[in-house]
């Protein structure tokens, strides 16, 4: 293919000519394929769900003027699922209920830039405040291309009483005082400067889905 | 767009009374809709429920014909008549019960490291009773409790008859003992990370930050 073909669209077409094929490895059996099947079946899975986040951030003034609101995806880390192993299980009894807000979203070497946020993240990097979240639940019954899809939904509205810049955010186990409180995501964001009286509506909804390719037929 | 994968498999065992190993498989599991939204009301703290107990049932497979596993025409033999065999029965996303129940139990032995949980269970099973489905539940059959996952497999008088015949001669004892070994990943998810950028209609960035705990 042409050398003037931009890099994305360029390993775009290295991918459609090469997709990816030695994902599962030989010994394994997928469900749709042991259906049917009589006897002994391999090791292996193909079963499984995903889990995601999204961030909405609203920011309002002291009146309730919406000045600027954004949808953002989010980091789940490692600690977030091991706790979500635990709690599922037994072994821990604390779910999480915490939404914490913290200063620390830029890279110190590079002021301009964000620090990505990152699977290993275990805490934030400049802890600013917290607040228990309302939680709820929904459920998408016949999602289009996933079917079923549950949602649990956390939110807090912020105020401020100081000039902040607020640039990351996530959601704990507990308050951030416990130590090694486990957090379940982390994002970070260009900064939300909040004047005193501000407020800044944080809606973090986390979802449980099917692969889309993954159901039996 | 990271993506976080949640799977289970469970390895059924069986034994003689005295501890002889007999056979065992493993196989991926059905995580149903239950065990989603279960999983999200735990994780919220909106429900206060926990995977606690394993049911076994005897309605996992049913005795039918067979199909050619290539092409899906049904199978005959030579003279014309039908093969017949048990077929393990599809699990689908809703069901929120075994197919038949037989036992369950409480007794489990629950662990959770970086990410995986483990539960495990023993039955004793009567040689004629054929076993063949198994799930998680939230507890007892008694009080409506949610499935997390389900699975059918081999039933255990097969397991059992197989492993007879070929190695030993001379059992005592009225019942086997079947072990079910349940594991539920949650992980980064390669795989799907591929999956979803097929989706999205991106490039599938390297997925090299695989995390199998465990």
Redesign the interface.
């Known amino acids: 293919m042409s050398e003037n073909i931009p890099a994305g669209n360029r390993r775009q077409e290295d991918y459609l000519k090469n997709p990816p094929v030695a994902i599962v490895p030989e010994t394994t059996v997928k469900y749709s394929e042991h259906v049917g099947k009589v006897g002994p079946t391999a090791t292996g899975f193909s079963d499984s769900l995903g889990v995601s986040g999204c961030l909405i951030i609203t920011h309002k003034d002291k009146d309730g003027n919406v000045k600027h609101s954004e949808t953002l995806e989010n980091v789940i880390t490692y600690t977030g699922l091991k706790h979500i192993a635990m709690v599922v299980s037994g072994v821990s009894i604390l779910p999480f209920r915490y939404i914490w807000l913290g200063t620390g979203g830029r890279d110190p070497l590079n002021p301009t830039e964000l620090l990505p946020p990152d699977p290993s993240n275990a805490t934030l990097v400049t802890f600013y405040s917290e607040g228990i979240a309302v939680t709820s639940f929904v459920e998408v019954l016949n999602n289009v291309d996933r079917g079923y899809q549950a949602i649990a939904r956390y939110a807090y509205t912020f105020d401020f009483t100081e000039l902040v810049h607020i640039n990351e955010a996530c959601i704990a186990v507990d308050s951030h005082a416990v130590t090694g409180t486990p957090i379940l995501n982390r994002r970070t964001f260009y900064d939300r400067v909040m004047q005193p009286l501000d407020f800044l509506e944080i809606v973090w909804e986390i979802s449980f889905t099917r692969y889309p390719k993954d159901k039996v037929t | 767009?990271?993506?976080?994968?949640?799977?289970?498999?469970l390895t059924t065992s069986l034994f003689l009374p005295d501890g002889n190993f007999l056979y065992s498989?493993?196989?991926?599991?059905?995580?149903v809709?239950n065990g989603?939204?279960?999983?999200?009301?735990?994780?919220?703290?909106?429900d206060?429920r926990?995977?606690?107990h394993i049911q076994i049932g005897v309605g996992g497979q049913n005795y039918q014909q067979?199909?050619d596993?290539e092409t899906g025409a049904l199978l005959f033999d030579t003279l014309g008549n039908p093969i017949m065999?048990?077929?393990?029965?599809?699990?689908g996303?809703?069901d929120e019960n075994l197919f038949t129940f037989y036992a369950e139990t409480s007794e489990i032995t629950?662990?959770?490291?970086?990410?995986?949980?483990t539960?495990s269970a023993n039955f004793n099973i009567p040689f004629d009773v054929p076993v063949n489905e198994a799930g998680m539940f939230s507890g007892s059959q008694a009080g409506s409790p949610m499935m997390?996952a389900k699975q059918a497999?081999?039933d255990t008088i097969?397991m059992w008859e197989n492993r007879r015949n070929a190695t030993l001669s001379t059992v005592t004892g009225t019942y086997i003992v079947l072990n079910i070994s349940w594991r539920?990943?949650?992980?980064?998810?390669?795989?799907?990370e591929?999956?979803?950028d097929?989706?999205l209609g991106?490039?599938?960035s390297e997925?090299t930050?695989r995390?199998i705990?465990g």
Not at chain 2, 1 to 9: A, C, K, L
Not at chain 2, 25 to 31: G, K
Not at chain 2, 184 to 192: S, V
Request: proline letters at 6%; glycine letters at 8%; hydrophobic letters at 40%.
């Open positions: 767009m990271p993506v976080i994968g949640i799977r289970g498999e498989e493993t196989i991926e599991n059905r995580i809709n989603i939204k279960l999983t999200t009301k735990v994780v919220a703290g909106l206060p926990i995977i606690d067979l199909v596993a065999g048990n077929v393990s029965r599809p699990i996303d809703g629950s662990s959770s490291a970086t990410g995986t949980f539960i997390f497999f081999s097969k539920i990943f949650f992980g980064r998810d390669p795989q799907h591929s999956l979803y097929q989706d991106i490039v599938a997925a930050d995390y705990p």
